[in-house]
């Protein structure tokens, strides 16, 4: 198996690291374990892509990123904030200020009975940026994502892409170090949603915000250097891709799966390898002297 690290391309100061998270939803006297013991780490500056089948911790592991929700157990910190002990006062100044959220439903993002420009300023307000600067920054905010010629304009008169730009708009006012994105092209043709995550992709390359996007559209999880998998409650695998340029001067997208190993050495062997091989209980591990090799127990049975 090739070595790999959880750390982010290129030596990034880390902006995020997660921990052994664990968030246990208590429903009556059912307990939903949405994070089993989470670890990731997230570059500053970097943008990832989260992927995952339904109900594997997605949105939990955003609630707890973006203050929101608070985890049971292990260790989330961002920028430098400890999430899982924070008083009141912090979690409302780190949401304030620390952290962006849009989401995928395009008029929950968005106050209806106000303007483009409303909707920016509301965060703006809510920082004590004074008043008379408020309108400039909000058209300046809205220009750079280009929606400018919609700062008049209520939610409902604007179409879902330029709903989302404006949620981008509003989630970037107050400068957040970390930009999250639950499913933001999920109710978007493909076009539009080219354009939704070209906004976001700005937001990484010009403003240096650290974005993390939860999607189920490969035409976005393709498009970043990292995709991480999570799967039951646990980051589960990782894609990296950097783009070659041949000899013929083509440029052609490399993608490397790594699978995750945790700070105890745990890796997880996926299903159809355990089943090619007949895998169980017991295996053999021998190092080799480029490789760990993983064997079938050949007593088992
Ligand atoms: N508030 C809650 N109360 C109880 N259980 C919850 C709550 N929120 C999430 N869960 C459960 O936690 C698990 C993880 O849910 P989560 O929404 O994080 O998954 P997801 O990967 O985002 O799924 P999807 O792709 O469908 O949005 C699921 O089993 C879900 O039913």
Redesign the pocket.
């Known amino acids: 198996m090739p070595a790999t690290t959880q750390d982010a391309d290129g030596g990034a100061r880390p902006l995020v690291e997660c921990e052994s998270l664990v968030r246990i939803?208590q429903?009556g006297t059912v307990e939903?374990q949405?994070l089993q013991g989470l670890d990731l780490t997230v570059g500053a500056g970097e943008m990832i892509a989260v992927v995952?089948?339904?109900?594997?911790?997605?949105?939990?592991?955003l609630a707890v990123l973006a203050g929101a929700d608070r985890p049971t157990a292990g260790r989330a910190r961002v920028d430098g904030w400890d999430l899982t002990d924070l008083t009141r006062a912090q979690r409302l100044a780190y949401r304030r200020s620390v952290v962006g959220f849009v989401r995928q439903q395009t008029a929950r993002n968005l106050v209806p009975y106000l303007t483009a420009r409303g909707n920016v300023e509301q965060p703006l307000a809510l920082a004590g940026h004074p008043r008379r600067t408020r309108a400039a920054r909000a058209d300046e905010l809205l220009d750079a994502v280009g929606v400018a010629s919609c700062a008049d304009r209520l939610p409902a008169q604007m179409s879902g892409g330029e709903q989302q730009r404006t949620a981008i708009a509003v989630a970037l006012a107050n400068g957040p170090r970390l930009l999250l994105a639950d499913e933001p092209t999920g109710e978007l043709d493909s076009a539009t949603a080219q354009e939704v995550f070209g906004t976001l992709r700005a937001a990484q390359r010009e403003a240096g915000v650290t974005v993390v996007v939860?999607t189920?559209d490969p035409a976005v999880s393709d498009q970043v250097e990292r995709t991480v998998a999570?799967r039951d409650g646990r980051t589960s695998t990782e894609t990296l891709r950097r783009t070659e340029v041949a000899d013929d001067g083509a440029a052609r997208v490399i993608a490397q799966e790594y699978a995750v190993m945790d700070r105890a050495g745990r890796v997880q062997v996926p299903r159809e390898y355990r089943e090619a091989l007949a895998l169980t209980r017991r295996v053999r591990l021998a190092l080799e002297a480029d490789r760990v090799s993983l064997l079938p127990d050949r007593q088992a049975g």
């Open positions: 939803h429903h939903v949405a995952g089948p339904s109900g594997a911790g997605k949105s939990t592991l939860v189920h999570v």
